[in-house]
Nanobody, 116 residues
Framework: QVQLVESGGGLVQPGGSLRLSCAASRSIFTINYMAWYRQAPGKGRELVAGITSGGSTNYADSVKGRFTISRDNAENTLHLQMNSLKAEDTAVYYC??????????WGQGTQVTVSS
């Protein structure tokens, strides 16, 4: 089992940057896949970016070139660097961990609002 706690959300102007962090309650070294999802008002939850235990990454087309996902196994932390933010990036962002036994764990979410 693993608990996930996100931080770093907030209000930012269009074109600005934010860095989200997700702290895990135990080692993430063996967690196969970790990811960031987001859910905007009235929409379903969508995958933003993911990273494997080996460091391979994948991104939604809408964030490629603007967002960077990384994991720090020593600090048991997942990050999402978000640059050139747009109004359409406004959503609640969730951290996800997918373990080798096929279990998904979710954080409580952190609000990101992009507005002038």
């Amino acid at each position: 089992q693993v608990q996930l706690v996100e931080s770093g959300g907030g209000l930012v102007q269009p074109g600005g940057s934010l860095r989200l962090s997700c702290a895990a309650s135990r080692s993430i070294f063996t967690i196969n896949y970790m990811a960031w999802y987001r859910q905007a008002p009235g929409k379903g939850r969508e995958l933003v970016a993911g990273i494997t235990s080996g460091g391979s990454t994948n991104y939604a087309d809408s964030v490629k070139g603007r967002f960077t996902i990384s994991r720090d196994n020593a600090e048991n932390t997942l990050h999402l660097q978000m640059n050139s933010l747009k109004a359409e990036d406004t959503a609640v962002y969730y951290c996800n961990a997918y373990t080798s036994v096929g279990t998904h764990y979710w954080g409580q979410g952190t609000q990101v609002t992009v507005s002038s």
